[in-house]
Every structure is written in C-alpha cells, then in structure tokens.
C-alpha cells in the first residue's frame, strides 16, 4: 500500500541538499571513487553485520592483493580472512569471496555480470548486494532496500510494507526512475545520522513536517 499524492520528490532534493552534512555510505563511496562493480560487490559481501570503518578497513586491505577476480587464485582461505579481518563472520565472507570470484572467472570471463538473475546466483548474494552492484557499480537503475530504506519509507508513512521485497516493488512503482540509484545512499546516510531506529532526531530533521512517525515511540 502506498499514500497517494505524497511528496517523495520533495523529500527526495531535500535530502540531497542534507547529504553533503552527512557521511557517505562506505559500499557508495568505494562505488563513486573506483567505478568498479568487482570492488562494489566485494566491498557490500565485507559490509554486512560490519561498521562502515571496518568494512572500509578491510577492503582497502583486501583490494591492495585482490584487485580483479583472477588475483583470487594467489590467495588462500587464511589470508583472504587475515585480511577481511575484524568483519563480522569473516571465517564465512571469506569463504563467499574465493566463490564468487572463481565463479566470476570460469563462468562470467572474469567480469561481474550486470543481470540480478545472475548476482543471485552467488552464494551470499541476495536482492539487496545485487541491486547495488547494479547501482553502484554498473550506474543501473535500481532501488537497493537495506533496513534504512525499508524502515524509513514506511515510519514517513509513504509506504506500507511488511518486508523487504514488499518495499522494493512499491518504490519501483511510485519513486520516478531517475532517483533509483540515489534513494539508497540518501536514505542510508539519513538513518545512520538523522533517521535513527531509537529516538529518531526529529528537531533536526529537514522533512519532519512530512514525516507521519509511523511506530515512532520515541524522539529527540
């Protein structure tokens, strides 16, 4: 469900202009700067239950030995974890990692595939990592739901959804195409400074007058 003639438009230029106060998405930034849809998708697998400094961290690390798939077959399981770590479950990511990479060179000629049918095929790889590769690293339209985007778009009251999925169809139907690459990081990067799951910063909030605070018990 979606609330008619609600004005995400305006949400969405208001958060762009709020955007440079904030800090950018670590998986965006490392999009932005290497242009690099095999460093994206490494970088969201590293990401995950990881704070952004770590994940940064570690990639950096990472991508000093690891700069193309093929580099996969110089490393072994204990130095792709030496190097990953402190991620969280790095033990597994780093199993995720020699996968995909291999895969990536016996079946995909060592390029990352730029279809989400294929990115959902890699163990590990579900419809949040493949839309931002896509996003992110092939400058696809795609709308990447991660907590943020789905927890805000329904506490603004401009969707109603029960999970993930849910979100992704309804702002594929409602938010205008050119703005799929960028609600993502806009969203992100509003609720790690403004749009916080507890005691939302609402005095600070440049779209509070549009907000509903759906579930809100609470705010600063």
Known sequence: MIKKKFPIVKIIKILFIEFRNWDVPVVTLIGLNEN???KVLISTIISLRTRDEVTIESSN?????LKKPEDIFNLNLCE???LIYPSGFYKRKAIQIKNICEIIVNNYGGIVPNKIEDLLNFNGVGRKTANLVLSQGYNIPAICVDVHVHRISNRLGFIKSKNPMQ???LLMKNVPKKYWIS???LFVAFGQSICKPISPI????KINM?????DVKKSR
Do not use: A, D, Q
Request: net charge positive; glycine share 0%; hydrophobic share 25%.
């Open 36 to 38: 690099s849809p095999f």
């Open 61 to 65: 690390r990472l991508f000093k030995v």
């Open 80 to 82: 792709i974890e030496k």
């Open 167 to 169: 979100t992704e169809l």
């Open 183 to 185: 609600y993502n990081y």
């Open 202 to 205: 609402c005095t600070k909030c």
């Open 210 to 214: 549009y907000c509903n605070k759906v």
